[in-house]
C-alpha cells in the first residue's frame, strides 16, 4: 500500500523554526522527485521546495534562504526545515513524490500556523 504520511507542524511565533517529515511507504522512494507544496484556503497549491533522488534542491523566491528541504533515500523520508517562519508562511503543507511521466503521491497534510 503506498502511503506518504507527514509530520511535524504545528504552530509557532513569527521567526521560529518547525521541521516537517514525510515517511514514505509502498513504492521505491529514491527514485522519485520529493517536493514539498502548500495551500491557504481559498487559493491554489503552491510549490515550495523540490529535491531531485540525487539531492538537487529548489525553492521558491519566497522561501529562498530559510526553508531547507532534504531527504534519507535509506530510510524512505524526506524533511523541510522551515527557520525564521513568517504569518504569510501560515499554510497546509503537502509533500509529494513524482515520477515524471508516471506515478504522483501525496501525503494528507500538515497544517503550519504562524502568528506574529
Known amino acids: 500500500q503506498v502511503q506518504l504520511v507527514e509530520s511535524g507542524g504545528g504552530s509557532v511565533q513569527a521567526g521560529g523554526s518547525l521541521r516537517l517529515s514525510c515517511a514514505a511507504s509502498?513504492?521505491?522512494?529514491?527514485?522519485?522527485?520529493l517536493n514539498w507544496y502548500r495551500q491557504i484556503p481559498g487559493k491554489q497549491r503552491e510549490l515550495v521546495a523540490s529535491?531531485?533522488?540525487?539531492?538537487?534542491?529548489n525553492y521558491v523566491d519566497a522561501v529562498q534562504g530559510r526553508f531547507t528541504v532534504s531527504r534519507d533515500n535509506d530510510k524512505s523520508k524526506g524533511f523541510l526545515q522551515m527557520n525564521n517562519l513568517r504569518p504569510e508562511d501560515t499554510a497546509v503543507y503537502y509533500c509529494?513524490?513524482?515520477?515524471?511521466?508516471?506515478?504522483?503521491?501525496w501525503g494528507q497534510g500538515t497544517q503550519v500556523t504562524v502568528s506574529s
Open positions: 509529494n513524490a513524482k515520477l515524471p511521466g508516471s506515478y504522483d503521491y
Open positions: 509502498g513504492f521505491h522512494f529514491n527514485v522519485y522527485m
Open positions: 529535491i531531485t533522488p540525487g539531492g538537487l534542491t
